[in-house]
């Protein structure tokens, strides 16, 4: 299923923004905890979008489609600052002060659960294309090893229709020209075999210490905040 990512987003999200401090819980725990779960999702959902997008992608436009769905992170990165701007802009009144008073902290706490709850829109709008778009040939072969509904799965993404009955679409000239022929199921073995060798391992080494790297350096940035 590929929305299991985007529901715990969404869920812990909608958690996020109803946080609250009570006699034996304090709203900076239930922060952190659903922070945890959400960061979860998220983790998930990473190589999820890029996977989809490379799949479904041809050869020549693959780069080009994978770069852009990680350059919406700085979109969305945007998006959040400017509804940090139109909370601001919209409890302007209430924020005009030397010392925040009652009026004041109200203020702040609707922003910052406006801010966090308008990051469900965009997962919701996602998770209906992620329900409703076809299963790609690759995982149906390596993952489902079903070969009729990988075949229901090409016709249904290339013509646009539904195959009732994909069996019939299974036969020699079909294997010959599609190769629709489960491959062989993938091993620990074969990981290590094929990564043991310094010109496959150095990719996923450059690639995974890119991506630590990066984290490391949004988890600096974000530090003078707490």
Do not use: H
Request: aromatic share 12%.
């Amino acid at each position: 299923m590929y929305g299991r990512e985007l529901i715990i987003m969404i869920i812990a999200t909608l958690n996020l923004t109803l946080g609250t401090t009570g006699t034996s819980i304090n709203v900076i725990g239930v922060t952190i905890f659903w922070r945890l779960i959400l960061g979860i999702g998220i983790g998930g959902d990473y190589p999820n979008s890029s996977v989809l997008v490379s799949e479904f992608a041809t050869v020549r436009w693959r780069g080009a489609m994978i770069a852009a769905v990680f350059a919406f992170q700085g979109l969305g990165a945007f998006a959040a600052a400017l509804v940090s701007f139109l909370c601001t802009t919209g409890f302007k009144a209430s924020l005009d002060s030397t010392e925040c008073n009652s009026e004041c902290q109200l203020a702040l706490d609707k922003s910052w659960r406006i801010i966090y709850g308008m990051g469900i829109l965009p997962a919701v709008i996602a998770l209906y294309f992620r329900l409703t778009i076809p299963e790609t040939v690759r995982y149906t072969l390596d993952i489902s090893r079903d070969e009729s509904n990988a075949v229901r799965d090409v016709v249904g993404f290339m013509d646009g229709l539904k195959v009732k009955e994909p069996k019939k679409y299974i036969g020699a000239e079909v294997d010959v020209q599609c190769g629709f022929q489960a491959p062989p199921k993938p091993s620990f073995r074969d990981f290590r075999r094929y990564f043991g060798l310094w010109k496959n391992g150095k990719v996923l080494l450059g690639t995974a210490g890119s991506w630590f790297l990066l984290d490391v350096a949004f988890v600096i940035s974000l530090l003078p905040y707490y």
